[in-house]
């Protein structure tokens, strides 16, 4: 798989239920940082996770990363319909020649049914 | 909450003609990047820019491209003579620290080149 992928592509759920995307990498990474895109919009910072943590929560957001694995779990959890966007995980890779540009994935589009 | 801005909103121009983005990072942060995402791809890193130099640039980042920090608040991204494949949303982003941190996205200037 590509640098950054995410899987579903496209994932379609009822208001209040949970859902989790998945992103696969290649190369060793430095941090590994999820962002939100409203249609046509801007990229909204949800969570950086670091290459040394496995967990992280920030309110309804769940992140995991499993370095071994080379993937993350990005899991939203009550969901509502504002949730409504696509996400994409951006990894930072390790090596000091790759700088710090953060390498994108291919999303996943949410839908969240009223 | 201090966020990157980025002007204008929506540009639209001659195939040919030359075009400069506009973009004001949060003002503590010392890391400016520009990125593309032509409709229905992949965010793209191009450029990224640190002690007013060019610290890294991707292969779509040719001669055609240049970046300035004209004063203490602006970042900007000149187009010489565009193309019509150059038609893409851009967007800025700063970190403070780099590498080691999260990189806050503007809301984009969508380039349309006629």
């Known amino acids: 798989s590509q640098q950054g992928e995410e899987d579903p592509q496209a994932l379609s759920i009822q208001e209040g239920e949970n859902a989790t995307m998945n992103c696969s990498y290649k190369?060793?990474?430095?941090?590994l940082q999820w962002y939100r895109q409203n249609s046509g919009r801007g990229l909204v910072h949800l969570i950086l996770?670091?290459?040394?943590?496995r967990e992280k929560h920030s309110g309804r957001l769940r992140v995991t990363l499993d370095t071994s694995k080379k993937s993350s779990s990005l899991l939203i959890t009550a969901s509502r319909a504002a949730d409504t966007a696509s996400y994409f995980c951006?990894?930072?890779?390790?090596?000091?020649?790759?700088?710090?540009?953060?390498?994108f994935g291919t999303g996943t589009r949410l839908a969240v049914r009223p | 909450e201090p966020e990157v801005t980025q002007t204008p909103s929506h540009q639209v121009t001659q195939m040919g003609q030359e075009v400069i983005l506009r973009c004001v990072p949060i003002s503590n942060h010392l890391y400016f990047y520009w990125y593309r995402q032509i409709l229905g791809q992949k965010v793209e890193f191009l450029v990224s820019?640190?002690?007013?130099?060019?610290?890294?640039k991707s292969e779509i980042f040719d001669d055609q491209f240049s970046v300035e920090r004209p004063d203490g608040s602006n970042f900007t991204l000149k187009i010489r003579s565009t193309k019509l494949e150059d038609s893409a949303m851009y967007f800025c982003a700063s970190s403070h620290r780099g590498k080691i941190d999260t990189q806050y996205f503007g809301p984009g200037t969508r380039l349309t080149v006629l």
């Open positions: 190369t060793s990474i430095n941090n």
């Open positions: 951006a990894t930072d890779a390790l090596k000091k020649s790759s700088g710090d540009k953060l390498t």
């Open positions: 996770i670091r290459s040394n943590e």
């Open positions: 820019f640190y002690n007013n130099e060019i610290s890294e």
